[in-house]
């Protein structure tokens, strides 16, 4: 099973060779440009690190922004809800689809300056502008949330029940492809003016990282089920 699950896994989490993606009036910061990325490696790394993405749309003529999971899948970006949630109806409704923005951020560091205003953020960000549309393909579907549960925990999709036809039912699935996308990274420590560096104030980073505890088992766990070895990896 351990073998399968990593070639599935690459198999969705590959990186498509090619130039990169070009830029455009959206994906162009105006401010420090010089951090910006459009190579397909570096944007799929940052997102094939998180699971937990920033889903933004104009509904009713007024912008919402969701926090949801998702999956990657070439360069298609997964996203799942409930049937009768906004997105999703909004989705559905759409055509020929719904404009939609997407946001993935990880935080690596607080930049901590000797004056206020230099204070910052070391982080990866990747920003996804485009047109969503719901999935109705029931093989994609399945991909679809498959990727989103290995997102989470690379592995888990091939180790839990698949959803059965009435689960399926209730869940709905869109799909935004990776064209209009940039990345941007800060890195490094704080950028203080020349007439601050005698302050008698500390700077410096304060490295920010995930951290994952001991997993727990469920109160009601069959006796001798042990944690699998991919939770390890974690």
Not at 71 to 81: A, D, K, M, S, T
Request: glycine share 6%; with cysteine; proline share 8%.
């Amino acid at each position: 099973m351990a073998a399968t699950t990593e070639t599935t896994t690459n198999a969705r989490r590959a990186t498509t060779p090619g130039a990169a993606y070009e830029p455009t009036d959206r994906t162009v910061p105006s401010r420090s440009r010089e951090r910006a990325r459009y190579d397909r490696e570096t944007v799929h790394s940052i997102l094939d690190q998180a699971y937990l993405c920033h889903l933004g749309f104009i509904r009713d003529g007024a912008p919402v922004v969701l926090p949801t999971l998702f999956g990657r899948v070439g360069e298609r970006l997964y996203l799942h809800g409930s049937t009768g949630s906004r997105p999703l109806l909004a989705t559905a409704k759409a055509d020929p689809g719904l404009p939609v923005c997407v946001t993935v951020t990880h935080v690596d560091g607080l930049v901590l300056a000797r004056s206020a205003f230099h204070h910052s953020l070391n982080y990866r960000s990747v920003v996804v502008h485009g047109t969503a549309h719901q999935v109705t393909d029931e093989a994609e579907r399945r991909l679809a949330l498959n990727a989103l549960v290995d997102q989470v925990v690379p592995g888990r999709s091939a180790d839990s029940r698949p959803a059965d036809a009435k689960e399926l039912a209730a869940t709905a699935v869109i799909r935004l492809d990776l064209t209009e996308v940039s990345a941007k990274i800060r890195t490094g420590g704080p950028n203080d003016d020349p007439e601050d560096l005698d302050l008698p104030f500390w700077s410096g980073v304060v490295p920010v990282a995930p951290a994952y505890g001991t997993p727990v088992p469920a109160a009601d766990l069959a006796p001798g089920i042990a944690a699998p070895d991919y939770l390890a990896a974690l």
